[in-house]
């Protein structure tokens, strides 16, 4: 069975970083786009990063674009969120997800999800 | 900030059919048919129930059924079950950007 397990969240001050991980289980990790979204409190869901197949390419929603850097560890089957910079406004569940293309770096369906990591900035 | 919008919420008795619209424009919905539905109940992670505008995953129940009029795609739940509570999000990818409507709450009378 499909399986993502997120991992790294926390709480952590305006202005810190953190590191989420997700590792994954069950199906081909090097074989499809793997993807980042969001759901602050009260709020809908919100895409964050996508990452290609291999690694290479990584697209980011505009509110995080420059300040979290998505990775991917194909032989671990690790993905990752490096989030710098982080704000009052970032505080969400995280989730991973997975891409539902095969070797297309085309995210616009995710159809694994894992059940999220909780990050909470303030001071 | 979402470029879809979605009513807030919507409500059925169970065995009726409701249905839930998701507007963008001429440079998300109506570009392209990668558009996706989402289901999220509560506490729980979000699962895929709708792709490519009407195609559902493997294991998705046939009463969730999807289609798009040039800009506005459309969710419809048939024969609603009291389990069908919960949120739905709409989603439309263009390029480099994948947004998200805003959600909308269904309720069972």
């Known amino acids: 069975e499909a399986q993502l397990v997120e991992s790294g969240g926390g709480l952590v001050q305006p202005g810190g970083s953190l590191r989420l991980s997700c590792t994954a289980s069950?199906?081909?990790?090097?074989?499809?786009?793997m993807n980042w979204v969001r759901r602050a409190p009260g709020k809908g869901l919100e895409w964050v990063a996508s990452i290609s197949d291999r690694g290479g390419s990584a697209l980011y929603g505009d509110a995080v674009q420059g300040r979290f850097t998505v990775s991917r560890d194909n032989f671990n089957l690790t993905l990752s969120l490096q989030m710098d910079s982080l704000r009052s406004d970032d505080t969400a569940v995280y989730y991973c997800?997975?891409?539902?293309?095969?070797?297309?770096?085309?995210?616009?369906?995710?159809?694994?999800w894992g059940q999220g990591t909780t990050v909470t900035v303030s001071s | 900030q979402s470029a879809l919008t979605q009513p807030a919420s919507v409500s059925g008795s169970p065995g009726q059919s409701i249905t839930i619209s998701c507007t963008g424009s001429s440079s998300d919905i109506g570009r392209n048919d990668f558009v996706s539905w989402y289901q999220q109940r509560p506490d729980k992670a979000p699962k895929l129930i709708i792709f490519d505008v009407s195609k559902r995953p493997s294991g998705v129940s046939t009463r969730f059924s999807g289609s798009k009029s040039v800009n506005t795609a459309s969710l419809t739940i048939s024969d609603l079950h009291i389990e069908d509570e919960g949120f739905y999000f709409c989603?439309?990818?263009?390029?480099?950007?994948?947004?998200f409507g805003p959600g909308t709450e269904v309720f069972v009378l």
């Open positions: 997800a997975k891409g539902r293309r095969r070797e297309l770096f085309l995210p616009d369906a995710f159809d694994i």
């Open positions: 989603s439309s990818f263009t390029s480099p950007r994948l947004f």
């Open positions: 069950g199906f081909n990790f090097r074989s499809y786009v």
